[in-house]
């Protein structure tokens, strides 16, 4: 009766949602998590047709006649530079279609069917076929421009599966290029394209590269998404860097990006791993603003919480409410997240601790979690092995 009392007592946990960007975000964008912020220009995606009524999918800037020269030169030097890293023989239906498409456009004077443009997107197998894929977008974009006076760039789905071949076979300098505003092939960069760049540094764990696709997006005026936040804090996540996620997190709510619950769990996980509730509290309060419902993993990082402020009787009241709230599909993890919180967490907060307090914050995780868990099992069917916990050599004892 004690945990149901605290479990109504906790309810504000689970509080109705108000507007985001209220106190929360500004206590959060105030706080001292190592931050500097950059400004932030507005800028919104305009709207395309899919089709366009001559033959490629076009939206977008102009270019000068007069700076073709230039470009291509510069561009046939950035090609022979990536290329001579790469396999020097491309895939035979790509250099197929990539000399039709070329005899078309710089022999027949005829713009090339849409097909073959896609054929070869879709069969980029290597980075020296992704070379040839660029090359033909180059020649397509002066052909519309010096013969049928089209200014207009590429769709922006275009530049998604340009990019996403790029990804796909690793050639990453190229799939940067496919992010300037301003570029020679024609392409109109958005976040989507963004996405599938960033996708692959996740893959690879390749922080570098992820802070070089967001330095691009910022150099190029392309909106933030949740979607991308989902990504950023993945990777900063795997990376165990700390800075670099609060530093992006800022950036997200800086830029106004509504961040979803995947997002939030992600920044609880690693805030409560750290062993940092100051942080853990106030993503907490930045989450209940946003949405209602917890998730297990946001539920049971405020529950750890409560066990490193020693609120024994309060962090069970919280998996009690995670318990009657979740569906009956959710509820079997409950378990799974009680076994981590008993034989894997405990060590990882241990680990962050500084060495002259390890020894007393072991010493109350050991009393403080079997706590936990005998309260539970007075109305939960539980069977969690308590002696994960005091069998790890690690915490000392």
């Not at 305009?46 to 009524?53: A, D």
């Not at 020097?88 to 005829?110: A, C, F, G, W």
Request: charged share 25%; glycine share 4%.
């Amino acid at each position: 009766m004690q945990v149901l009392s605290n479990a109504r007592r906790l309810a504000r946990v689970l509080k109705p949602p108000v507007l985001l960007g209220s106190a929360a975000t500004h206590k959060l964008l105030s706080s001292d998590i190592q931050i500097t912020f950059s400004p932030r220009t507005s800028h919104q995606w305009e709207s395309y047709n899919f089709y366009s009524s001559d033959s490629l999918y076009f939206s977008g800037t102009r270019l000068l006649m007069a700076q073709q020269d230039i470009y291509s030169r510069a561009a046939k030097a950035s090609f022979s530079t990536e290329a001579s890293s790469a396999e020097s023989t491309p895939t035979e239906s790509v250099k197929e279609l990539y000399d039709k498409i070329l005899e078309s456009v710089n022999v027949k004077r005829t713009m090339a069917p849409n097909a073959w443009l896609w054929s070869l997107i879709e069969n980029c197998k290597s980075i020296e076929d992704v070379r040839l894929l660029f090359d033909s977008l180059h020649n397509l974009r002066k052909f519309r421009l010096s013969n049928l006076r089209i200014h207009e760039n590429f769709n922006c789905h275009l530049c998604r599966e340009v990019t996403k071949a790029c990804a796909k076979v690793g050639a990453i300098d190229f799939g940067k290029k496919a992010l300037w505003k301003h570029n020679v092939y024609g392409l109109t960069p958005n976040i989507g394209s963004a996405n599938h760049l960033l996708s692959y540094a996740k893959e690879h764990n390749d922080v570098s590269f992820m802070v070089e696709v967001m330095k691009l997006l910022k150099k190029n005026h392309i909106p933030l998404q949740p979607s991308t936040a989902d990504i950023v804090f993945s990777i900063c996540y795997n990376a165990g860097n700390w800075e670099l996620i609060s530093k992006y997190l800022k950036k997200f709510l800086k830029a106004g990006v509504k961040l979803r619950k995947t997002a939030f769990d992600i920044l609880m996980d690693f805030a409560i791993k750290r062993g940092d509730t100051e942080s853990l509290w106030q993503i907490e309060e930045l989450r209940s603003e946003s949405t209602q419902q917890h998730t297990l993993v946001s539920g049971f990082s405020c529950a750890k919480g409560l066990i490193l402020e020693r609120k024994i009787e309060d962090a069970a009241a919280v998996i009690q409410i995670l318990n009657e709230t979740l569906s009956d599909t959710k509820k079997s993890g409950i378990v799974v997240q009680l076994q981590k919180l008993v034989s894997e967490w405990p060590l990882d907060v241990v680990k962050q601790q500084p060495e002259e307090n390890r020894k007393a914050v072991a010493a109350a995780l050991k009393t403080d979690i079997p706590a936990v868990v005998g309260l539970l099992n007075m109305g939960l069917e539980l069977n969690v092995n308590l002696e994960d916990l005091t069998s790890k050599a690690e915490i000392p004892s």
